[in-house]
Nanobody, 120 residues
Framework: QVQLVESGGGLVQPGGSLRLSCAAS????????MGWYRQAPGKQRELVAE???????HYADSVKGRFTISRDYAESTVHLQMNNLKPEDTAVYYC??????????????WGQGTQVTVSS
């Protein structure tokens, strides 16, 4: 199966930056989409950013201009560069991907999550 492993989370002060990385491994024939979701305490999980099979980029309105998603195809890795972080960005960030192992319909996979805390 496909595995997603995140890294790069941590504690940062408001206005600071973090770079999250997600490495995908397994028998991946096709990547339909990869992205990042986050879930804060007491809130539902929400989409932060994603990159589709056509390399289209989508961002939540709350992070536009501050976050940048990118993909390293050679290393099967997706990154989320987070700048000008705010306390409301505090959440567990999850890597998400839709992958196909053959010509069939893709399946969804989730990473284990990495904690991002923005606080003074």
């Amino acid at each position: 199966q496909v595995q997603l492993v995140e890294s790069g989370g941590g504690l940062v002060q408001p206005g600071g930056s973090l770079r999250l990385s997600c490495a995908a491994s397994g028998d991946i024939f096709r990547v339909n989409a990869m992205g990042w979701y986050r879930q804060a305490p007491g809130k539902q999980r929400e989409l932060v950013a994603e990159i589709t099979s056509g390399d289209s980029l989508h961002y939540a309105d709350s992070v536009k201009g501050r976050f940048t998603i990118s993909r390293d195809y050679a290393e099967s890795t997706v990154h989320l560069q987070m700048n000008n972080l705010k306390p409301e960005d505090t959440a567990v960030y999850y890597c998400h991907g839709e992958f196909s192992v053959d010509y069939g319909v893709g399946d969804e996979y989730w990473g284990q999550g990495t904690q991002v805390t923005v606080s003074s």
